[in-house]
């Protein structure tokens, strides 16, 4: 699958050569705009995996947009720019799925940072979901715990008499073990 690109700048001429550019080696260019608000509208509509930006364009900056979509999380961002414009782009340079890049760019950085910031970005979400799944999965054990806490402490049982009563429950209704742990918490817990 062909990693899907969103160009937007205020330059048809740029806009046109890098999007042959990037077709020719194999990206998927699916839509080019002058206008920053356009942009941002295409890429919550189509979620591009990449967004190449010019600093300078219509309706909102270069340097929004990327401020915007980096904050957001939605793809990364390359901004295209003058050597005078690098100032602006100070703190997202700190961004792993950011790139400043100086126009005029060699060819093959540009694709060299596209495959380092499409890289970067998939690890960087895949830990990222690693990293929700293990808090959920640590706050449902929490919350088991604290039912079995209350149900020692109400009903004087011991852990494992409080975790099998939680299980045999579950099992019972054919409900998970954190719903029974809700009820219990929602029934003992002041």
């Known amino acids: 699958m062909s990693i899907r ?13 890098l999007g042959q550019f990037l077709i020719e080696n194999g990206f998927n260019v699916i839509g080019e705009t002058k206008d920053g608000y356009e942009l941002l509208r295409r890429v919550n509509t189509v979620y591009p995996d990449l967004v190449v930006v010019d600093y300078s364009m219509r309706g909102i900056s270069g340097y929004e947009i990327s401020e915007v979509l980096i904050s957001e999380k939605t793809c990364p961002v390359i901004a295209l720019i003058s050597s005078n414009e690098l100032h602006y782009f100070v703190n997202l340079s700190q961004e792993p799925t950011f790139a400043p890049l100086i126009k005029p760019s060699n060819k093959q950085l540009l694709l060299n940072t596209i495959s380092l910031l499409i890289k970067t970005s998939k690890s960087i979400y895949k830990l990222e979901n690693e990293v929700a799944s ?3 999965g640590r706050d449902k054990g929490e919350l088991v715990n604290k039912a079995k806490k209350l149900l020692i402490e109400n009903m004087q ?4 008499e409080a975790h099998r009563r939680i299980q045999k429950q ?3 209704k054919g409900i998970s073990m ?13």
Do not use: F, H
Request: glycine letters at 2%; zero cysteines.
């Open 5 to 17: 690109v969103i160009i937007g700048s205020s330059n048809e001429k740029i806009s046109r050569q």
């Open 134 to 136: 293990l808090k959920s």
């Open 157 to 160: 049982l011991t852990e494992e």
């Open 170 to 172: 579950s099992m019972d």
């Open 178 to 190: 954190i719903k029974i742990a809700e009820a219990i918490i929602l029934m003992y817990d002041d």
